[in-house]
């Protein structure tokens, strides 16, 4: 009888270990983290600060980051380049731009500064069947995220995967790419995609470490709208719908939900949490840096005791940067600063040489193209766009970007 009960002791044992030893061996070993508190901490119950830096305008083009005004979005910066060089030629321009705009140097650079984490935005049409990027179907978002992903786990960086365009817009600006107006809230069609996307994703990286969570929605509803409080109502139960959808597949990740009117508004959101593994995600920018600039927040998180990390941030002089940064870390914020690249401004990591005639560009966005006769009429060379076009694709590598270091030095990290 004891030789039978230590038999199944030991049996039982062993299976543990192999089961534990099976569980590190699929997690690469890498614990995943965890809310507790108003802190985000590891297993071993270490307080973990988010600090790293957003990958915008690779997966979400923004025409400011192109030098662009009006033409401000992914749809219209599509259309303007159609409208220059024609569909084929933007095809190839776009599918060699995802390939070249951020790469494994980059994710690498990133880590050797001293950050720990990158936000990804993305459009939610890289997971759909829908015109994007210079593919008509068979999107490759999974392909993008599953590299980066790969590259961060190499590099020891956390990513946050934040849908920065949702199904019909959640802003109802170019933010968004959608078409003026935060139609999400008022489609079923949307809401369900919106639902479905997610669910793709957390059932792809469930067993995925190296992801710190999910940003369910970017910046929703816009400052504009005169309604901006009847659909601030309708905000909470599109969240609970996308965590009901990830938490069926993925009960691991932190999930995150931002505030309405560009992540600066909760008071649509009680004391009792959507859910029991989740933070909130503010944004702020073009303020002072006093503590007063930054109380709202930190109201909130006590309201609620849960984390409230700044998940953009930036554009703004160097100082200014390094003066809201030492602001956030004295108040327990972790942050991702806005953005890691861009054309020729230097209030990023590492910016982008303007390439020859580009201007030629940025002028014939900024003309009248109301009918097709003003487009002819106000249409460039076509070989020096295209060279100008070729050339972006070449500066945007990681190698031939120069790097902002007062920028990095402000953020607290090295060059």
């Not at 690779?58 to 030098?67: C, D, I, R, S, T």
């Not at 710190?212 to 659909?231: M, Q, R, V």
């Not at 069926?248 to 932190?254: A, E, L, Q, Y």
């Not at 006590?302 to 409230?308: A, E, I, Q, S, T």
Request: aromatic letters at 14%; one cysteine or more.
């Amino acid at each position: 009888m004891k030789k039978c009960v230590l038999f199944l002791f030991l049996s039982f044992a062993v299976l543990c270990t192999i089961q534990a030893s099976s569980l590190k061996s699929k997690n690469n070993g890498k614990p995943f983290l965890k809310v507790k508190g108003q802190d985000i901490v590891t297993p071993n119950g270490e307080s973990f600060l988010i600090q790293g830096i957003n990958l915008g305008n690779w997966l979400n083009p923004e025409g400011y980051m192109f030098l662009f005004k009006d033409v401000s979005s992914y749809r219209l910066i599509d259309q303007a380049f159609r409208e220059m060089v024609g569909p084929d030629f933007t095809d190839q321009f776009w599918k060699t731009f995802k390939d070249n705009y951020i790469t494994r140097e980059d994710i690498a650079y990133i880590k050797q500064t001293g950050m720990n984490s990158i936000r990804l935005p993305f459009h939610y049409k890289l997971f759909t069947d829908e015109d994007y990027m210079g593919l008509k179907s068979n999107q490759d978002g999974f392909a993008r995220v599953d590299s980066v992903i790969k590259w961060c786990k190499a590099e020891g960086l956390y990513v946050i995967l934040d849908m920065h365009d949702a199904p019909g817009g959640q802003t109802g600006d170019n933010i968004d790419d959608s078409y003026g107006y935060p139609w999400l809230f008022e489609s079923e069609t949307s809401k369900q995609l919106f639902s479905e996307i997610w669910k793709k994703i957390a059932d792809r990286y469930k067993n995925e470490p190296t992801v710190l969570g999910y940003d369910l929605l970017n910046e929703p509803i816009a400052t504009y709208f005169t309604n901006k409080e009847e659909i601030n109502k309708l905000l909470v139960p599109v969240y609970k719908r996308g965590v009901e959808a990830i938490r069926s597949v993925d009960p691991n990740h932190i999930i995150l939900l931002g505030g309405a009117q560009w992540n600066s508004n909760f008071s649509m959101f009680d004391e009792k949490a959507i859910d029991s593994n989740m933070l909130y995600t503010c944004h702020r920018y073009w303020c002072d840096t006093l503590q007063s600039n930054l109380q709202d927040f930190i109201d909130f998180r006590n309201k609620v005791n849960l984390p409230l990390y700044m998940g953009e941030t930036g554009e703004n002089t160097d100082e200014w940067v390094g003066g809201f940064r030492r602001l956030m870390e004295r108040n327990n914020m972790g942050w991702h600063f806005w953005p890691y690249k861009k054309m020729e401004k230097t209030s990023c990591m590492v910016h982008i040489k303007k390439p020859a005639n580009w201007d030629l560009i940025v002028e014939y966005t900024q003309k009248p193209r109301n009918n097709f006769n003003e487009i002819r009429a106000a249409r460039p060379d076509q070989e020096l766009v295209k060279k100008a076009m070729l050339e972006l694709l070449e500066n945007i590598k990681f190698a031939h970007c120069i790097k902002n270091q007062g920028y990095i030095k402000a953020l607290g990290m090295k060059p």
